[in-house]
């Protein structure tokens, strides 16, 4: 099996910056995407960014210019680096890697999620 755990949420002032990260670890996983979802209180998961493991990127709008995804595929680890950060991209913050599984074929897993707070 695979395990993902993301690090690097916390409490920041809006206008500040902080850097998630997310490794996926365990067996042999051959990465195909990975990604960082967010939920909010009270509402729906939503996509915040992806990027393949050939460094494809997808953003929402909402983070375009403010937010920068990037891959280390040698260590199957994914950065979220948030920029000009506003008190609506307060959320839970996760992570989620989809691949093919050593022998299981084609799996997607999720983190337990990262809480980030920006204070207004």
């Known amino acids: 099996q695979v395990q993902v755990v993301e690090s690097g949420g916390g409490l920041v002032q809006a206008g500040g910056s902080l850097r998630l990260s997310c490794a996926a670890s365990?067996?042999?996983?051959?990465?195909?995407?990975m990604g960082w979802y967010r939920q909010a209180p009270g509402k729906q998961r939503e996509l915040v960014a992806t990027?393949?493991?050939?460094?494809?990127?997808n953003y929402a709008d909402s983070v375009k210019g403010r937010f920068t995804i990037s891959i280390d595929n040698a260590k199957s680890t994914v950065y979220l680096q948030m920029n000009s950060l506003k008190p609506e991209d307060t959320a839970v913050y996760y992570c989620?890697?989809?691949?093919?599984?050593?022998?299981?074929?084609?799996?997607?897993?999720w983190g337990k999620g990262t809480l980030v707070t920006v204070s207004s």
């Open positions: 990027i393949t493991s050939g460094e494809t990127t």
């Open positions: 989620n890697a989809d691949g093919w599984l050593y022998r299981e074929g084609r799996k997607n897993y």
């Open positions: 365990g067996s042999i996983f051959s990465i195909n995407t």
